[in-house]
């Protein structure tokens, strides 16, 4: 698998057209990290392995990854769906990137454009691993005041350094909610008040977006499980909504309920 | 002048509840739900050991992540000053390492000197710190590229060195030291010839003097991009840091009454740079990462005399995506 | 013993404020404190942080001259969160102060010499302080020479004071606007300050230069003073980057191995020319 991307990437740098290949190399210790292969004859440090799960449709609209020109990326079914996503939200149109796509099973995936990686990734809808699932449940079979106690002392360890807004391919905005401050409509200190105000917005901007890559989780470094909130909503989506792999916030359907609406 | 004792394991929850109801709050390193932490704690029971690195540094006693400045009122137009914080609770920190103890002297040369940080120095004046001598270490300590070592005493007032019978040799070194023995005398035993545990062995990475040397002229170098590629902006790097001082000022209100907290901030955030205009100085991830480098290990040096890492590790540990410090350090060394 | 809290401003009340264009105000502060009025000094050059208090504070220059004891005034534009909440504030409101802070213009040498202002749009007000210092001294100066230049007339700041600069006999005052920014009634320049500081030509002889504008004026205008014969030695300016502390500790105006809040604000370009574009 690993020498079939090498493969790739080397192709893609010798046409031409595609000028930065964004994969996994090896990194410190037994760390991977993100790459960028801007010769055909470094592809070789191209890693593909199961430590590879960071979300590198990250680095997309990254500013001076963005002036290294056409990117190529190592796509997961997790980055699939962000790319997906953001095209979505008009951040991407065909042709401004060229996917190598891995599936579940470790197969390299040749689309020829996105609309046939669109194709294949809405024919896998998300939905919650058993583990994922029953973690939510969890929290669920909880009281209200349980869940409640839960989720303060796992937000009181925020020390609001964003590591959550940083590693996710969905938040991208220039400007931040958080950093909006006329009004000031999420309290800026690392308070209690303002650690759960800030993760409760960001679970609700990412409803019906997130791709459950689970890099919020990963990242934060107290291990806050911030996956939890999005992949309840995901399984409330999936609920209310149903399994389709349109874009729900744009999806408008007579049946839809609207018994929020009072 | 230091006075060395010693004290059996066994006898450290004994010393917590002398400290405890000698109206000292005890902050030591407590592991649970993936992080280990320092808490406040009532007993040794429950306290984390063996770990190599707190997650967070314990920069949170000193420097909290959001503190209160100063509270004030208004009515109408006319504004009065409330009563200011109250005075901080007297503090020991448990289980520091020496490369975080050692941090205190970053956080002393940037709150003291010129103007008189108040706010710090009371918490430092109310906070001693028991730090534990290092017996291992992993692949991102690098505290004797620094200056420091495994058994480093600056910035400790006690430091435990484990012997064998299980038990730490105390080198009391401070005057605060000393008054935290006063309060468990009993617990305490003279320590012979006790010998000390081999301690962690970390092997110097990289020459300080050379990167300090170097770093002036490589500022407009293409380390910088290079390295930072990767880098997605957040400010995990600055908020485990034990020497990163920086901070935001936020005022909060509740009616009419507010306060004007202080909030630790990073310089890896886009925004601490940017002007109300939109200009932003340092506009792009290379420039913040090349900041961080230069303002520890050159700006510091330079202006404060003391360098801005103590080598703990943390920020290369919690890294998202692998910008280990040490690496970069040693390829900035190494590059022509 | 108990000592002061560093962040803790002097409690002020606005005496008198200008609309001086339509976003940009001047508020002359008092102390409410009689004991705080009375050890108050500063120095020409040096700048504060102003606070409305529930929504933080703002970085200024002090505006006023030190000559003028009692007060101080700030000059801003409505621009973010504290401007704006400041800019809805009246004569009579309390606001807080911090400071002085950061160095000053080197005005005691400058004796015997003459002084070339050159300043564009809302950048007079630093310069504003050193001008008043200068008049209210004027037996300690030779010529003193004002090139200042806005978009268009309604953005020139201190409009009365420009007037009474105007009428004096010892002042050399050049005002201009922008092609495009005059009225019918406008009797100054029309052009954009480079050009009009090359066409006055100013002698450079025994003359020190202080520049303050945005940062396109200053690109421009550095090389006219350069071939006016100006070193970039006898060039002042000040500088600014974002603040919260302006002492010094929380670490963003941080250009080099310099804090612009303590090691600054003020900078000849000599010294300007060795930092890192980071400002």
Redesign the interface.
């Known amino acids: 698998m690993q020498d079939k991307i090498i493969q790739k990437a080397r192709e893609l740098l010798s046409g031409g057209d595609v000028k930065v290949v964004i994969g996994y190399g090896r990194g410190t210790g037994d760390r991977v990290h993100a790459v960028f292969v801007q010769k055909p004859e470094d592809a070789g440090a191209l890693v593909m392995d199961a430590r590879c799960l960071q979300n590198l449709a990250v680095y997309l609209p990254k500013q001076e990854v963005k002036a290294l020109g056409k990117p190529a990326i190592v796509a997961r079914p997790p980055v699939m769906r962000a790319i997906r996503q953001l095209m979505y939200e008009e951040q991407f149109r065909e042709g401004d990137i060229v996917v190598i796509g891995v599936s579940d099973d470790g197969q390299v995936l040749d689309f020829p454009d996105l609309k046939s990686m669109i194709e294949y990734i809405d024919k896998l809808p998300l939905t919650l691993s058993p583990e994922e699932a029953a973690a939510v449940a969890k929290l669920d079979a909880m009281t209200r005041e349980e869940r409640w106690k839960f989720w303060m002392e796992e937000t009181s360890a925020c020390i609001k350094c964003y590591a959550c807004r940083a590693s996710c391919p969905m938040c991208y905005c220039p400007r931040c909610t958080v950093e909006c401050n006329q009004p000031q409509w999420i309290s800026v200190p690392a308070h209690e008040m303002g650690n759960l105000e800030w993760h409760i917005m960001r679970a609700m901007h990412l409803a019906g977006r997130c791709v459950n890559c689970g890099d919020c989780y990963r990242n934060c470094p107290l291990k806050i499980p911030l996956n939890l909130l999005t992949q309840r909503i995901i399984a409330d989506i999936g609920d209310n909504f149903g399994q389709e792999s349109e874009y729900v916030l744009a999806a408008f359907k007579p049946e839809d309920k609207e018994d929020f609406i009072r | 002048m230091t006075e060395k004792k010693t004290i059996k394991k066994s006898s450290l929850d004994g010393l917590f509840r002398a400290l405890k109801s000698g109206g000292k709050r005890v902050l030591a390193p407590v592991e649970g739900n993936g992080r280990t932490i320092f808490r406040e704690v009532d007993s040794y029971n429950g306290v984390a050991a063996g770990y190599i690195q707190t997650t967070l540094s314990a920069k949170d006693a000193l420097l909290p992540r959001c503190e209160e400045m100063l509270r004030f009122r208004t009515e109408q137009s006319t504004v009065t000053m409330e009563q200011g914080p109250a005075a901080p609770a007297p503090t020991v920190v448990f289980g520091m390492r020496p490369c975080d103890a050692k941090s205190l002297a970053v956080l002393n040369a940037v709150y003291l000197k010129d103007y008189n940080d108040e706010l710090y120095r009371a918490r430092a004046d109310a906070t001693t710190v028991i730090a534990i001598s290092c017996t291992s270490c992993d692949e991102y300590c690098f505290c004797t590229s620094v200056g420091g070592s495994p058994g480093d005493t600056t910035g400790s007032d006690i430091l435990l060195t484990e012997i064998d019978g299980d038990a730490y040799l105390a080198e009391i070194l401070t005057g605060k030291g000393e008054a935290l023995v006063a309060m468990a005398p009993d617990l305490f035993a003279a320590a012979g010839g006790a010998k000390t545990k081999p301690l962690a062995d970390v092997k110097v990475q990289f020459d300080l003097k050379e990167l300090e040397k170097k770093l002036p002229g490589s500022f407009e170098g293409p380390v910088w991009i290079t390295q930072s590629l990767r880098c997605i902006g957040c400010g995990t790097c600055s908020y485990v840091c034990p020497a990163c001082t920086c901070f935001d000022v936020q005022d909060e209100t509740d009616a009419n009454r507010g306060m004007r907290l202080r909030c630790w901030d990073s310089c890896g955030l886009g925004i601490f740079t940017l002007h109300t205009s939109g200009h932003n100085p340092r506009d792009v991830q290379s420039q913040r990462w090349r900041q961080r480098i230069m303002h520890k290990f050159s700006y510091q040096p330079d202006q404060l005399s003391v360098v801005g890492c103590v080598g703990c590790g943390r920020c290369s540990r919690a890294c998202p995506v692998d910008m280990n410090i040490l690496q970069h350090i040693k390829d900035i060394v190494e590059a022509r | 013993m108990e000592?002061?809290?560093?962040?803790?401003p002097y409690?002020m009340r606005i005496a008198a404020a200008i609309q001086e264009t339509p976003d940009v105000k001047t508020f002359r502060l008092e102390f409410i404190n009689e004991e705080d009025r009375k050890n108050f000094n500063f120095r020409a050059g040096q700048f504060g942080e102003y606070s409305v208090?529930?929504?933080?504070?703002s970085t200024f220059c002090i505006a006023s001259s030190p000559t003028r004891e009692g007060y101080i005034e700030c000059t801003f534009r409505k621009?973010?969160?504290v401007?704006?909440a400041l800019a809805s504030?009246?004569v009579?409101?309390?606001?807080?102060f911090r400071g002085p802070y950061g160095n000053t213009f080197p005005i005691d040498q400058w004796k015997g010499k003459s002084l070339l202002f050159v300043t564009g749009g809302i950048a007079l007000p630093p310069l504003r302080c050193v001008i008043w210092n200068a008049l209210d001294t004027r037996e300690n100066f030779k010529d003193i020479t004002i090139v200042y230049g806005a978009r268009s007339v309604q953005d020139l700041v201190y409009k009365h004071e420009l007037e009474e600069w105007e009428k004096r006999g010892d002042v050399k005052l050049i005002t201009t606007v922008d092609p495009g920014g005059e009225t019918p009634e406008w009797k100054g320049q029309v052009g954009f300050v480079p050009t009009v500081l090359e066409k006055a030509a100013p002698s450079s002889a025994d003359t020190i230069a202080l520049l303050c504008g945005p940062?396109i004026m200053i690109k421009l205008t550095m090389p006219i003073l350069t071939k006016l014969g100006f070193s970039a030695e006898n060039i002042f300016t000040t500088l600014?980057?974002?603040m919260?502390?302006g002492?010094?500790?929380?670490?963003?105006c941080?250009?080099?191995?310099y804090f612009v809040c303590?090691d600054g604000p003020v900078f000849t370009f000599a010294q300007v020319n060795q930092l890192?574009?980071?400002?």
């Open positions: 000592e002061k809290n560093v962040y803790q409690l208090f529930g929504e933080g504070e621009m973010g969160r401007t704006k504030r009246e009579g409101d309390t606001l807080g940062p600014e980057n974002r919260k502390c002492i010094g500790k929380c670490g963003r941080n250009v080099g191995k303590k890192p574009p980071e400002y």
